[in-house]
């Protein structure tokens, strides 16, 4: 396939940097690099990539990214979030908040979620849900192609193609878009479709991918603490996240002990990154169906 993207030469060695144009589409996009370094070296030593639909979403489904880079100087999580989260459910102290004061607000908490995992960068398009689902509109993934033509992540997380959420599903179905016009040798070898509206302990063992979560609980309650507008809005995150790692470390095999304290499962896109024919929607229903033949196997053995 012949790439849309153009990766250009970018300084790493000297004290040179380049003027990196993202070009984003929307007025309201932000672009935060938390130790300061120029753009084009925090993009540039960007290992591991999310891409979430909402402010929160990579603190949640990606925390594998975060612990992995963290204290190296050889590794570094970069975040990106798609759309601007005005639409999100609000009770309490934010029940008659604008969507517009909303939206400055998890802005402001994604920036603080940055600082606090220490990540290389945190890129945020500010874009309305309704763009992002309407399959008409390409704004999220040209901005999503002028981004990644200034990273080469190594590992990527995304959200999976049996999320319930349409956000979820639509930023998925923009970023595989984005990376599969990557140049071969740059698109990141390892992606994972994580579990966030929609857990993925249905699939089979063969299609999950467990990713420890149960390191430095301190830190993930502390990121999870910085979405101030989703918890004490209305929605207790800090508590379901970390009891569903829980859960899925405890139920994941019903013959062996616990091996970690926390897992996230996701599965594995590499293969819709690399073949620009699969089809999102066949791989999503293929893993359906294998449920479905594991589930009349388990009658055929005991019935």
Known sequence: MDSRLELPKIAR????????????????ADVFVPDGVPLDRALART??????AHADDLEFFAWHGISACLDRDDRWFTGIVVTDGGGSPRAGAYADWTDARMIEERRAEQREAARIGRYSAMIQLGLPSAVVK??????AERDLEHILRWVRPQVAYLHNPADRHDSHVA?????????RAMPVEARPPTVYGCEVWRDLDWAVRS???ELPAGDRPELQ????AVFRTQIAGGKRYDLA????????????DS??????????LAVDLAPLVHDPEADPLAFALAMVDRLATDVRARFARTG
């Open 47 to 52: 290992t591991h990539l999310a891409i979430g």
């Open 207 to 209: 299609d999950r991918i």
């Open 221 to 224: 309650a502390e990121l999870a």
């Open 171 to 179: 930023v998925l179905l923009r970023s595989l878009r984005a990376l």
């Open 134 to 139: 309407d399959a008409r509109d390409t704004r």
């Open 255 to 264: 013959h062996s002990v616990d091996g970690v304290g926390g897992v996230t």
């Open 13 to 28: 060695a000297d004290d040179t940097c380049v003027v990196v144009d993202l070009a984003l589409s929307h007025p309201s």
């Open 241 to 252: 996240v970390p009891a569903r790692r829980v859960a899925h470390a405890t139920f994941g």
